[in-house]
Nanobody
Framework: QVHVVESGGGLVQAGGSLRLSCVAS????????MGWFRQAPGKEREFVAA????????YYTDSVKGRFTISRDKAKNTMYLQMNSLKPEDTAVYYC?????????????WGQGTQVTVSS
């Protein structure tokens, strides 16, 4: 079993930056892929980014490519999402996911989410 806790959300102006963190516990950190999803009000949860077990391969949805960077630190059991050039449409609750199937985007564990609000 894996337990994840997100942090780092907040209110930022358009064009600003935020870094989200996700601390994982339970199973060996490097044994599963992880990712970030987000859900805006009235919309379905959508895939944002994923990172392979080793951290060597990353994946992004088209709307965040070139602006967001996903990474993971094995020593700290932590995954990050560096978000730059934020836009109002990035406003959402961001969720960390663990035991992620990168092909299907299905996952077994997720956190409570952290709110990101981008003002125009």
């Amino acid at each position: 079993q894996v337990h994840v806790v997100e942090s780092g959300g907040g209110l930022v102006q358009a064009g600003g930056s935020l870094r989200l963190s996700c601390v994982a516990s339970g199973r060996t950190f490097s044994s599963y892929a992880m990712g970030w999803f987000r859900q805006a009000p009235g919309k379905e949860r959508e895939f944002v980014a994923a990172i392979a077990r080793s951290g060597g391969t990353t994946y992004y949805t088209d709307s965040v490519k070139g602006r967001f960077t996903i990474s993971r630190d094995k020593a700290k059991n932590t995954m990050y999402l560096q978000m730059n050039s934020l836009k109002p449409e990035d406003t959402a609750v961001y969720y960390c996911a663990a035991e992620l199937n990168i092909e299907t985007k299905e996952y077994d564990y997720w956190g409570q989410g952290t709110q990101v609000t981008v003002s125009s």
